[in-house]
């Protein structure tokens, strides 16, 4: 059993941490910027509170951390009160939030310079698969610190891989997002299409999918989708962030992303019609709309 800090009790944070506790019996202590949520959390699952990043990572072996994007990541981190501050030698960061490689190679350096260790590990599953421990955790650093954090990190995971060095977690879950994001337009699209030519929709669905169209989105989505019905994990506003940092990562290395670029656009216009909290399969409300 491990001592074990978890910062940020979000969608995700708030299950993961729970699968740390219950599944691995670690020691536990949570922070969480709303105190009321770290408040629940314990009393659900035990363990300790918390009142900054830096009483929590305090002594801890590992410390995880899922929050928002790179501006949260620095304030739980290097900011005031942050748990770098007490980050102790030889103890491993896991950041399980999708933010840039750039903020990653950053943290990375900052933990060495402490003789600690970074680990970015972005997650790929949305809620259902953080609830249900089974996400897919993508991983950048070195070996021996992932060696040392595999066990930990598969009490929420069903699939742990490292990807490379530093940043490689978070350039990996970059090409998990650009799979979606032209895979639930090509999904929308045959829906709208398939509407539109007066198809049994649930007919045409179900055939396709046991051929070279099927896919995770389709066997989980078609039905609300068709449905019109967009309440399923991973808000658009959360996606467009997501797809804000694979662009900007293509702009540096070059890759040429025209689909992915579109299809931001497309979630642009969701946001305006007023999805900015739907699931990334509401692109077919754009198509559907009068």
Known sequence: MSKVAF?????????????????????????????????????????????????????????????GND??????????????????????????????????????????????????APVSGGQAGA??????????????????????ISCFARAVKLMGPSGAGQLTKMVNQICIAGLVQGLAE?????QKAGLDVAAAMETISKGAAQSWQMENRWKTMAEGKFDFGFAVDWMRK???????????????LPVSALVDQFYAEVQAMGGRRWDTSSLIARLNRK
Not at 74 to 96: C, H, K
Not at 131 to 152: C, H, I, K, W, Y
Not at 242 to 256: F, K, P, Q, S, Y
């Open 7 to 67: 910062i940020g009790l979000g969608v995700m944070g708030y299950p993961m941490a729970g699968h740390i506790r219950s599944k691995g019996q670690h020691d536990l202590t949570v922070y969480n910027r709303t105190l009321s949520k770290a408040q629940a959390w314990v009393a659900e699952f035990g363990g300790q509170v918390a009142l900054t990043p830096e009483e929590a990572a305090k002594d801890a072996d590992f410390v995880f951390c899922c929050v």
């Open 190 to 194: 045959a829906i709208h299409f398939a």
């Open 71 to 120: 501006d949260d990541l620095r304030q739980v981190t290097t900011g005031e009160r942050g748990a770098f501050s007490s980050l102790r030698p030889g103890a491993i960061f896991v950041d399980n939030t999708t933010a840039s490689a750039t903020i990653a190679r950053e943290l990375h350096a900052v933990a060495a310079a402490r003789g600690a260790h970074f680990l970015d």
């Open 242 to 256: 997501d797809m804000a940092i694979v662009l900007d990562e293509a702009r540096g290395n070059g890759a040429n």
């Open 131 to 152: 609830q249900n421990g089974v996400l897919t955790v993508m991983v950048g650093g070195d070996p021996e610190s992932f060696a040392r954090a595999e066990p930990v």
